[in-house]
């Protein structure tokens, strides 16, 4: 029954979150007057990185569960299944995709306290400049992915150790399946020491973008627009600190603290699988840049397919009362 459940939230987020993201991306493109170029190109790149994880989410099926003194990051149904390595790669991209979705979060902060505070900053976002910005993405990104590569790759004492929990829930060999385990304590002690970095370094990730959040909401602006924005970043970042990242954090210090139980982590998968739908949704809402031009759209559309209708029915018939006393008179 959780496998089915998977699937359906899977497939469904996946199939919505390709119509409100490309729909997002084009009323961002064509519909939105308001809003500065710049700030049009976070918003596609962001729209496009929501895609990208939405589908990598159907590629590689990521599944997570936590167990004693050890989190288990793996896949089992993976369209890439037959190929263990492909597979591990995959899932390490996975995680680097999260982390720079995070990071893009970051840079809309600081791009629109910017805008509020500083105008003069701006310019350092445009033309050619902005190739920083996307390095610091990109970096953020492949920084985390390589970490969780090297970092959680499993040995064989790794394997061993959650083998029994493997088959008895999953019904599967460690040995067999790609698979990242956080071991906080292994057989060297090393690895309690690159446990403690990957919780060092999510934590500081977790700092800078809080206190990017409390310099911005420490200034006010009396632009409308401004303040949906800002207020959709703030529902962008609670988004997955709320639902994702404060529900997970038990579940990954628990293994520092060699607690004793085994937990499948589906809540946390499921939210990886809907969180880019979610963060389209909330600029949806919260903008009404987005509803005005939906609403445009509507109406304009609306207008045509009446007028068709109307020219349609005032098209005047090709039988005439002339004609048709002819033909009487025929008859």
């Known amino acids: 029954m959780e496998a089915e459940i ?4 899977s497939y469904s987020a996946y199939l919505l979150t390709l119509l409100f993201n490309t729909t997002l991306i084009y009323l961002t493109a064509y519909h939105t007057e308001r809003m500065s170029l710049t700030y049009r190109h976070m918003i596609i790149g962001f729209a496009l990185f929501g895609i990208v994880f939405s ?10 569960h936590s167990y004693n003194g050890s989190y288990l990051y793996f896949s089992l149904k993976g369209l890439f299944r037959s190929s263990k390595n492909i597979t591990e790669v995959l899932l390490a991209v996975y995680a680097a995709v999260y982390s720079s979705i995070l990071s893009f979060l970051t840079i809309q902060f600081i791009f629109r306290t910017c805008l509020v505070m500083k105008s003069r900053l701006v310019e350092y976002f445009q033309g050619w400049r902005c190739v920083f910005w996307l390095g610091y993405v990109f970096i953020f990104g492949f920084v985390w992915g390589i970490m969780t590569y090297r970092f959680t790759y499993s040995d064989d ?31 060297r002690e090393n690895n309690t020491n690159f446990y403690v970095i990957m919780m060092i ?11 990017d959040l409390k310099k911005v909401t420490a200034k006010r602006t009396h632009s409308q627009v401004h303040k949906q924005f800002f207020k959709a970043l703030l529902y962008q970042l609670a988004a997955p600190s709320l639902v994702v990242h404060l529900p997970a954090l038990p579940l990954f210090f628990a293994p520092f603290f060699d607690m004793k139980f085994s937990f499948r982590a ?11 739908l979610l963060d389209t949704l909330i600029l949806f809402i919260v903008v009404s840049e987005y509803k005005h031009a939906v609403r445009k759209i509507i109406a304009n559309r609306a207008v045509q397919i009446i007028s068709i209708i109307n020219v349609a029915s005032a098209v005047p018939s090709t039988s005439t009362p002339h004609n048709n006393g002819v033909a009487e008179s025929v008859v």
């Open 201 to 211: 370094c999510t934590f500081l990730m977790y700092k800078t973008i809080t206190n």
């Open 157 to 187: 004492y790794a394997r061993e150790y959650v083998r029994s929990e493997m088959y008895e829930q999953y019904k599967v060999d460690s040995n067999d399946i790609p698979i990242f385990i956080l071991l906080a304590y292994g057989e």
């Open 55 to 64: 589908s990598l989410d159907i590629v590689v099926r990521p599944m997570m």
């Open 266 to 276: 589906s809540v946390v998968v499921y939210f990886f699988s809907v969180y880019p």
């Open 6 to 9: 998977y699937e359906f939230v």
